[in-house]
């Protein structure tokens, strides 16, 4: 029966509609096939394209990651660096004050004496600022000491100028006694801030 179908088809005589159907149906599910694999194969390159840039993300993320953890560190230490070197740089400015008033033996030697003076000044205040710029970085416990330090480093200032103006202009050494009390106290201050920040 195939055979005879096949060599009427080929006359030009038409097939039986009940075997068009089933040829057109069997053309329809190979159409959906085909579909179904060209979608499948489309999701798979989709998927293999998103993959590195996942993949690439991941990485990316990773690194920052690490890179993060890594400058945190760094900064901590270096703030700890500063911390150390900043108060180290204060207690002996203070110290220096008597040092100077001790050189002054005649009048003319005050230019020296508020010279030297203003240097120490100078020098205090940029420790002033570096303390500041600690306690702007710091928190918790770190960032309290760091404050602690720059009000003791603004005392040892005032207190510095202090002993400046009753050596040099005032004369009264009373005066002079009570600032480098309060000189003695700054150190103090100082101190106890650094052992706090070592400790947060």
Do not use: C
């Amino acid at each position: 029966m195939t055979h005879v179908t096949r060599n009427l088809g080929a006359v030009g005589i038409a097939s039986p509609p009940s075997q068009r159907g089933a040829i057109a149906a069997r053309s329809a599910t190979r159409s959906q096939i085909q579909a179904r694999y060209l979608a499948a194969r489309d999701r798979h390159r989709h998927g293999l394209g998103l993959r590195p840039i996942l993949i690439g993300a991941l990485a990316i993320a990773t690194v920052a990651t690490i890179a993060f953890l890594f400058l945190r560190g760094g900064n901590d230490a270096a703030a700890a660096g500063d911390f150390a070197t900043t108060h180290d740089r204060v207690v002996a400015d203070v110290h220096n004050v008597p040092v100077a008033a001790g050189k002054v033996q005649r009048q003319l030697q005050l230019d020296e004496f508020n010279h030297a003076i203003n240097g120490l000044l100078n020098d205090m205040g940029l420790q002033r600022d570096v303390f500041r710029t600690i306690a702007r970085d710091a928190h918790g416990t770190s960032r309290v000491a760091a404050l602690r330090a720059v009000r003791a480093t603004v005392t040892a200032i005032d207190a510095t100028d202090d002993f400046r103006r009753a050596i040099a202009f005032s004369r009264k050494l009373t005066n002079a006694q009570i600032a480098r009390r309060r000189l003695h106290a700054a150190v103090s201050e100082l101190d106890a801030a650094a052992r706090a920040w070592a400790k947060a």
